[in-house]
């Protein structure tokens, strides 16, 4: 049994394992993350990773959570910075986008591909990546003309391109400025013709 730990809070404690585990998978890969392995490197008990993940999965979900909530927010931070022009706006999603995948480094596809099948992960996923969706379809909408659904086609082209873009600048493949400027000039091409006037 861990003694001595400091007592932390719930949320906390939970910050604390999910750094924990993706320092881990940072460091080993996924293979290498259990919940043994997380609460013997956190300092706590194996019962208290269990009591916040319930499975290694549970804690591969969380980890893939976390790092979109903090793309998202990124991405809505830097928005409302932002000035009030479509070249801006591409240019904020692509740079939040990729500088998000350079920060997790090639953590974030590993835990992707780890949960490939998990069923619950596949709803995760399905509903995070609704959630970016609307963000940036939020964004973009000032400044073009189009029906909803073409709008969301064309944001889920730009996705597959930035996971694309994204993993080859953290697998340093590619350089950020690079990959930021190649994901907006996509943006935009695309959106380009759909101007408001």
């Given at each position: 049994m861990v003694?001595?730990?400091?007592?932390?809070?719930r949320a906390d404690r939970r910050l604390q394992l999910l750094e924990t585990a993706q320092g881990i998978v940072s460091e080993a890969g996924t293979d290498a993350l259990t919940l043994q392995t997380l609460a013997e490197r956190a300092g706590v008990t194996k019962p208290i990773a269990y009591e916040h993940f319930g499975s290694r999965d549970g804690?591969?979900?969380a980890l893939y959570q976390?790092?979109?909530e903090d793309q998202i927010s990124a991405a809505r931070d830097a928005m409302a910075q932002a000035p009030g022009t479509l070249e801006a706006v591409c240019e904020i999603i692509a740079a939040s986008y990729i500088d998000c995948c350079v920060k997790v480094g090639p953590a974030f596809g590993a835990i992707s591909a780890a949960l490939e099948g998990s069923e619950e992960m596949h709803a995760v996923k399905a509903e995070?990546?609704?959630?970016y969706i609307r963000t940036c379809h939020d964004a973009i909408k000032p400044f073009v003309t189009l029906a909803p659904s073409k709008a969301r086609a064309l944001i889920v082209g730009f996705l597959g391109a930035a996971d694309a873009l994204g993993a080859d600048a953290a697998a340093g493949r590619?350089?950020?400025?690079?990959a930021v400027s190649v994901l907006t000039q996509l943006m935009l091409g695309s959106l380009s013709a759909h101007r408001a006037d």
């Open positions: 003694t001595g730990q400091k007592r932390l809070s804690a591969l979900i976390r790092m979109d995070l990546r609704e959630i590619m350089p950020r400025k690079t």
